[in-house]
């Protein structure tokens, strides 16, 4: 693996614990603020359900599968091109989203800690199937699958970049 690799995994495994960490505080002062000081102006305002009914929303956004499929085609184009910055752009972009998305995950993992401390739910990771997906799909695409590392393919790039164009419409429709 190389050390890129082993930079991104170490910053996402830092996203996911900070967000669940950070999401746990929130909500448990979020519940604590509703429960004893509701009187106080706009702490009663605070919304005690509004997280929870955000990760559905979050979790099964096409959002990120529309991402990814615009990002395969433009992978294609871009292995038809030669151009750093273009090369970089995806890069660049591929990796925020994977931080993004574990982010994401992180959050829905700290409310659901927090919804099995506080009322006892079972945990259920099953809504965030579509994101650890995308995780997956963008993990990919900030590595292995990378502009870079396929142009190391030599001419057989021009047959991938063909691939990747026709096969991102077809992410958008599966996806």
Known sequence: MSQDTMDLLKVLAA?????????????????????????????????????????????????????????????????????????MALLITAKAVTVVITSLIGFAGGHMIFLQLTENTALSPSGLTPAVVALAGYFLLSTALSVQALRGLGNLRFAVAIAAILLGPLLLVWL
């Open 15 to 87: 996203v996911l614990v900070v967000f669940a960490g950070s999401t746990l505080v929130m909500l448990y002062v979020i519940y604590l603020l509703a429960e004893y000081g509701a009187n106080l102006p706009m702490v009663g305002a605070v919304p005690l359900t509004a997280p929870p009914e955000l990760i559905p929303l979050l979790a099964q956004n096409q959002v990120f599968a529309t991402l990814a499929a615009v990002h395969v085609t433009a992978t294609g184009i871009a292995l038809l091109l030669m151009s750093n910055t273009i090369d």
